[in-house]
């Protein structure tokens, strides 16, 4: 496709401050938020956060780390756009034109593009496009004109693209189907059995790996760790665990018959995401002379870390009994 070299495009300006960093959602599902708002759809926050699926994710390895917390996010976002009757597409690669064409669809009908590494691993929107393609118009933390080329092919970049809307979503049948999409990542086991996402675990496993690794690490290694990787994981997973709560609390006027179950659900996440904010406040890990962490910090992690496992796999559980009245009804 050939697009005139003065044609230039662009949504603007939006005010995203308000939603990037809210407590019920990670970066990723703030901008779609943001996203679908310019287009007129009042989704509400807790709402995506749910039906995507990101809330009840938590995806370790074998230690804590930053890139864990955006494992899956275009697929997230994918799911979720979905659920509320989108018709999105994932793009990653550099195959310039290519990309050029799907974004200038999007933009042309009125949507901007979600996108990811427009600022190191962060997420944004592309919002205009210029000089036949090779400049692209990025919004993070304002709105920069960068090459095309420069983008395309990074490693991390890729663009999550909206849609058309082909129908309006159900919300009892779309809530249902995210419960279900909770079950399977609140339970043990591997995030994918193949490809970039096979060496990670979900769920249960992934706060076993957790624990595993404060157990058995180093001291040195774990107060390297903990004022960054460890406090952003838990931070993270609070923000999920809350988005979960208040998913569920909408989800009950949908299933009134497993109002009981899902409030139960609710309350757990709610006490997992506490848990994880008191982890993340805790002062950077003191050391002794002989190199090992304050006895009172360990123990302080150690329950923290084991409410968040207990309470997950407590809220897990009352979610299984949900679908369960779900499935008779």
């Known amino acids: 496709m050939t697009h005139a070299a003065a044609d230039i495009w662009h949504i603007g300006p939006l005010d995203t401050s308000g939603w990037v960093e809210r407590d019920t959602a990670t970066p990723h599902?703030?901008?779609?938020?943001?996203?679908l708002e310019s287009i007129g759809d009042g989704c509400s926050l807790a709402r995506l956060a749910g039906l995507s699926g990101d809330a009840f994710r938590f995806d370790m390895r074998k230690r804590p780390e930053i890139d864990a917390i955006t494992v899956g996010a275009a697929g997230s976002l994918y799911t979720g756009l979905e659920a509320l009757g989108y018709s999105p597409s994932i793009f990653c690669g550099d195959q310039v034109a290519e990309a050029v064409d799907l974004i200038w669809g999007e933009l042309d009908a009125g949507r901007p593009v979600l996108a990811r590494g427009v600022r190191g691993a962060h997420w944004g929107m592309v919002v205009?496009?210029?000089d036949s393609g090779e400049s692209m118009g990025v919004r993070s933390e304002g709105i920069d004109w960068m090459p095309s080329s420069k983008l395309l092919g990074a490693t991390g970049f890729e663009i999550v693209a909206i849609g058309d809307r082909v129908s309006e979503?159900?919300?009892p049948e779309a809530s249902a189907a995210a419960i279900g999409r909770a079950l399977?990542?609140?339970s043990a086991g591997?995030?994918?059995k193949e490809g970039p996402l096979s060496c990670y675990v979900q769920g249960y496993d992934a706060w076993g790996a957790l624990l595993a690794w404060f157990e058995?690490?180093?001291?040195?290694?774990?107060a390297a760790t903990a004022p960054f990787a460890l406090k952003e994981v838990a931070v993270?997973?609070?923000r999920r665990r809350t988005g979960a709560a208040a998913f569920l609390a909408r989800a009950k006027d949908d299933w009134l018959a497993a109002e009981g179950y899902l409030d139960s659900a609710g309350r757990s996440f709610r006490e997992v995401a506490s848990a994880m904010r008191e982890l993340s406040k805790l002062p950077p890990f003191p050391m002794d002379p002989n190199g090992l962490i304050d006895a009172g910090t360990r123990a302080s992690v150690r329950r923290y870390l084991s409410a968040g496992r207990t309470r997950d796999h407590e809220a897990l559980e009352a979610l299984r009994a949900a679908a369960q009245v779900i499935?008779?009804?």
Do not use: E, F, M, N
Request: proline share 3%; with cysteine; hydrophobic share 45%.
């Open 184 to 186: 399977k990542l609140l």
């Open 190 to 192: 591997k995030a994918a």
């Open 236 to 238: 993270c997973v609070a």
């Open 169 to 171: 979503p159900h919300y």
């Open 128 to 130: 205009g496009l210029a």
């Open 29 to 35: 599902l703030g901008w779609a938020q943001a996203a």
């Open 327 to 329: 499935r008779r009804l």
């Open 216 to 222: 058995t690490s180093s001291h040195s290694d774990i």
